[in-house]
C-alpha cells in the first residue's frame, strides 16, 4: 500500500515539473530600444562599423559584437553616451551599447 502512495506522490512531483506549467517568456519591450542599422564604414579613415538611427544620425560605437557587423543589419540597442573618449574616426557621435537584441526574421 505504501508503494501505491509513493508513486502517487512521485507522479505528482513529476507533473508539478512538467514545461506546460513553466511560466511564459514574455517578448521583451522594444519601446525603449533604439532601432538601429549597421553600416560599413571601413572605407572612411580610423572607422569601422556604425550604426545609423531611422533620422539618419550616425553613432560610433565602442563595443560593437562581431555577431551583428554586417552591412544594413537591423538591430536594436540600448546605449549611453561615452564621454572624455576620442577616435580618429569622426563618422559619429560616441557611445556604449549597454544592451543589444537582433530580432530573427
Known amino acids: 500500500m505504501y508503494r501505491f ?3 502517487l506522490i512521485l507522479l505528482f512531483i513529476l507533473q508539478g515539473c512538467s514545461s506546460k506549467n513553466s511560466p511564459q517568456q514574455l517578448p521583451f ?3 525603449i530600444y533604439s532601432e538601429m542599422r549597421v ?3 571601413r572605407s ?3 572607422c569601422g ?3 545609423e538611427d531611422k533620422s539618419t544620425v550616425r553613432y560610433q560605437p565602442v563595443n560593437l559584437p562581431d555577431s551583428v557587423l554586417i552591412d544594413g543589419k537591423k538591430i536594436y540597442v540600448l546605449f549611453v553616451d561615452e564621454k572624455n ?3 580618429t574616426c569622426m563618422g559619429g557621435k560616441l557611445i556604449r551599447i549597454t544592451d543589444i537584441k537582433v530580432l530573427k526574421k
Open 85 to 87: 573618449k576620442m577616435t
Open 44 to 46: 572612411l579613415d580610423g
Open 39 to 41: 553600416v560599413d564604414a
Open 29 to 31: 519591450d522594444l519601446s
Open 5 to 7: 502512495y509513493h508513486c
Open 49 to 51: 562599423f556604425l550604426l
